[in-house]
C-alpha cells in the first residue's frame, strides 16, 4: 500500500525542456528564443522552469505581476510582458523592474505620454496582421508612428511584433496573409521583430524573425491537434500520475460512480485512482478516457468524481494497491488525452491546482 506521501504528482523532467529547446533551437538557429513561460509555465512551475531553461535569451509572460516575480526571484535575462501594462501603475512597475512591454493600443501610448517613469520601457508594439485580438491596425501604426518616436518614456528604436491566428494548419490561406501584412509593417525599417510562436517555429520558416516565442512546445506537446510532440523530436516534460488506493471485483452489469452512467458489461476487476477534478483532472472526461497502469492503457469508467477516478483493469488483472497510475507523459501523450476529453493539451497541463505535487526531475 501506498504511503503518507503526496500521491497525485506532476513530475518535470529538466533534460527534457533543455532538449526541446535545443530541438526548437535547431529550426532557426539564427534567431533569439523568448521562452514562454506564461501560466506558471504551462503549469510546469515557472521558477522551475526558468531556473532550467538558463539557454533561452528571455522569457515571456502574459502578465505585469509575473513578470515583476521573476524579477525578484532574481532573473536578469529580458523578459516581455506580453499583454502589455494594463494602468500607469503598472506601467511604472514594470519600468521600475526593466521589463519590456507589448504596446498593443493608442490607450496605452497616451498613458505613456502622459507617465513619468525612471527609465524608458523597453516596447515591442504588436500589429494585428488578422488575429483580431490584440494589436494596432495596420493604418493605426502607420498614423501612431511619429507619436511613438517621440515619446521620452519609450527606448527607441522600438520593436515589432504579431500573432498567428492559424499557425497550427499549415496550409491555411490566413498564414500567408498576415505573414505579408507583417512584412509590409516592417517596411524599410531596420527593427527587430517577433511572429513565430510554437506553430510558427515548426511550420512556418519565412516567420522566423529575430525572435521566436516558443511555448507549448518548450513542453514537449505539439502545437496541432492531430500531432504528436514526438513528431518533431519533442520530448514530454511532465508526468502526471497517481497511484492505485484500491482494486475491487465488480460484477457483470454493476455501475460504478456518480450516475451510474456506466455499467460492466462483463465481470471485472476496477482500479480506484487517487485523481480528480479536485486536482485539476477533467471532470467531462468520459468513459474510455485512457490512463497507463503497468505498461498499458486502460480506460476512465464512469464520472470522475472531485477525489477519485475509477478505471476497468481487465478480469484477469494483477495490479495492486500502491501501482502508479500516469494520467498523462512520455507513456501517455497529453495530446492523445485531451482528444478523448474534447480538449487541448495546453488546459490539462495547466489546470492542475495546488494538491498535486510539483516535482522536477534532474538531469
Given at each position: ?22 530541438q526548437?533551437?535547431?529550426y ?23 531556473n532550467t ?38 506601467a ?27 527609465a ?16 494596432l ?16 518614456n ?31 509593417q ?19 520558416p ?72 479536485g ?85
Open positions: 500500500m501506498c504511503s503518507g506521501m503526496d500521491v497525485a504528482q506532476a513530475l518535470v523532467s529538466r533534460a527534457a525542456l533543455r532538449h526541446n529547446l535545443k526548437l533551437r535547431s532557426s538557429p539564427q534567431s533569439k528564443m523568448m521562452a514562454v513561460v506564461k501560466a506558471n509555465a504551462y503549469g510546469h512551475g515557472v521558477e522551475g522552469v526558468v531553461l538558463t539557454e533561452a535569451d528571455g522569457y515571456g509572460v502574459a502578465r505585469a505581476s509575473e513578470a515583476v516575480a521573476l524579477r525578484e526571484a532574481g532573473v536578469t535575462k529580458p523578459l516581455l510582458v506580453l499583454e502589455g501594462f494594463f494602468s500607469a501603475e503598472e511604472l512597475q514594470l519600468s521600475q523592474h526593466g521589463v519590456a512591454v507589448a504596446l498593443h493600443s493608442e490607450e496605452q501610448l497616451r498613458c505613456l505620454e502622459q507617465s513619468r517613469l525612471p524608458p520601457l523597453e516596447v515591442w508594439v504588436k500589429i494585428d496582421t488578422g488575429m483580431h485580438r490584440l494589436g491596425l495596420p493604418e493605426q501604426w502607420r498614423d501612431l508612428q511619429p507619436r511613438i518616436q517621440a515619446c521620452r519609450i527606448q527607441q528604436p522600438v520593436k515589432l511584433m504579431s500573432h498567428f491566428a492559424c499557425a497550427d494548419e499549415p496550409e491555411h490561406p490566413l498564414n500567408r496573409q498576415q505573414q505579408a501584412c507583417f512584412d509590409e516592417q517596411g524599410e525599417l531596420a527593427l527587430e521583430t517577433s511572429f513565430a510562436n510554437s506553430a510558427g517555429i515548426l511550420f512556418h519565412q516567420s522566423h524573425g529575430s525572435w521566436n516565442r516558443p511555448g507549448i512546445a518548450l513542453y514537449g506537446i505539439s502545437p496541432q491537434v492531430d500531432s504528436f510532440g514526438r513528431d518533431f523530436k519533442l520530448i514530454p516534460a511532465m508526468t502526471m500520475q497517481s497511484t492505485l488506493i484500491a482494486v475491487r471485483e465488480h460484477p457483470k452489469g454493476g455501475s460504478v460512480g456518480y450516475g451510474a452512467s456506466w455499467q460492466s458489461e462483463r465481470a471485472t476487476r476496477l482500479g480506484v485512482v487517487a485523481m480528480g477534478y486536482d485539476g483532472y477533467p471532470r467531462t472526461a468520459p468513459s474510455g478516457t485512457p490512463v497507463w497502469v503497468n505498461g498499458r492503457e486502460v480506460p476512465i469508467v464512469g464520472r470522475v468524481s472531485m477525489d477519485m477516478l475509477c478505471v476497468e483493469l481487465g478480469p484477469e488483472a494483477q495490479d495492486r494497491p500502491g501501482d502508479r497510475v500516469v494520467l498523462w507523459g512520455p507513456e501517455l501523450p497529453a495530446e492523445k488525452v485531451a482528444a478523448s476529453i474534447g480538449t487541448i493539451a495546453y488546459e490539462l497541463v495547466t489546470n492542475h491546482t495546488q494538491r498535486v505535487a510539483l516535482r522536477y526531475l534532474d538531469d
